[in-house]
């Protein structure tokens, strides 16, 4: 059964950081990409951020700069590092292990305001 269990979102003021982890279960999790992506209100869910298997990562260019997606295969775990968060980042963010089928975690929330 595979599992992906998201942490590490909260409230955060503007120009604050916050480091969400994703620990995945059940896959060769070194053998796949993983991805966050998010999901505002009204708004369609959106690719934050990915790394491939060989440690290859590209970026939305809302977040280049700001966010950086890694990997610990030791961990089976992906990390999404936040700085210099804005209040259009607040959404839920959603780890997605890139295989077919593609499985996602529940989400964990990340609201940036003052």
């Known amino acids: 059964q595979v599992q992906l269990v998201e942490s590490g979102g909260g409230l955060v003021q503007p120009g604050g950081t916050l480091r969400l982890s994703c620990a995945a279960s059940?896959?060769?999790?070194?053998?796949?990409?993983m991805g966050w992506y998010r999901q505002a209100p009204g708004n369609q869910r959106e690719l934050v951020a990915r790394?491939?298997?060989?440690?290859?990562?590209n970026y939305a260019d809302s977040v280049k700069g700001r966010f950086t997606i890694s990997r610990d295969n030791a961990k089976n775990t992906v990390y999404l590092q936040m700085n210099s968060l804005k209040p259009e980042d607040t959404a839920v963010y959603y780890c997605?292990?890139?295989?077919?089928?593609?499985?996602w975690g529940q989400g964990t929330q990340v609201t940036v305001s003052s």
């Open positions: 790394i491939s298997s060989g440690g290859d990562t």
């Open positions: 059940g896959i060769m999790f070194r053998c796949y990409a």
């Open positions: 997605k292990a890139i295989l077919l089928p593609p499985y």
